[in-house]
């Protein structure tokens, strides 16, 4: 009779345990179990993959999430060294101006504005970052001015009563900068 209780104590899970912890098989499982997995992979620096709707990657062996905003973080923040000449940077203000518009240091600006200067071809250098400079401009003016042009006429005071603001002719001033802005375009070229 005392066998019967000793079956009765142990069910057949414990049994094969300590079956496991005997043979030196401590990790091996006792019993199935049913579920969901999830699908482990193995990514390796500068893999880039999609998880639960984020775009991720490894940067120096660290997991990180890629947003739309890194390559302006790239633009803003200014490395330890140069990326040309490979020397520390210090961050005084010339060095992150010069590096947010060459993407070099100061010294390396400098260097390769003597080399232009040596080769007579400043001027046209010069020329060409003001003639940027001078377009972006004018694309910010028509920028605003198409918003101006399709802005609404009407505004809610704060009594909640809507007024129609009315002066002028909004489309012959429209028509009229616009016509202003595209001489001075094609001027420039």
């Known amino acids: 009779m005392s066998e019967n ?6 069910s057949k899970r414990e049994v094969q345990r300590m079956r496991n912890l005997i043979t030196g098989k401590t990790g091996d499982r006792t019993q199935v179990q049913a579920g969901y997995e999830k699908n482990k992979y193995d ?20 997991k990180q999430t890629m947003t739309k905003l890194d390559t302006f973080k790239k633009l803003v923040v200014l490395p330890i060294c140069c990326p040309e000449c490979n020397k520390h ?14 993407g070099k240091c100061l010294d390396c600006v400098i260097d390769m504005e003597s080399k232009l200067k ?5 001027d046209d250098y010069a020329k060409s970052i003001l003639n ?13 001015l198409e918003a101006w042009y399709n802005e609404n006429e009407s505004y809610v005071t704060e009594a909640g009563e809507i007024e129609a603001w009315k002066g002028g002719n909004k489309k012959d001033i429209y028509d009229q900068v616009k016509r202003q802005l595209d001489k001075i375009k094609s001027e420039q070229r």
Do not use: C, P
Not at 118 to 122: I, Q, S
Not at 132 to 144: G, I, K, P, R
């Open 118 to 122: 040596l080769e007579n071809r400043y």
């Open 89 to 102: 940077m210090k961050s005084n203000d010339l060095n992150k101006k010069m590096y947010s518009i060459h």
């Open 43 to 62: 990514h390796k620096e500068g893999d880039v993959w999609e998880e639960s709707g984020k775009q991720w990657t490894i940067k120096n062996g660290i």
């Open 5 to 10: 209780n000793l079956k009765k104590e142990f």
């Open 132 to 144: 940027n400079n001078h377009n972006t401009y004018l694309e910010d003016v028509e920028s605003a």
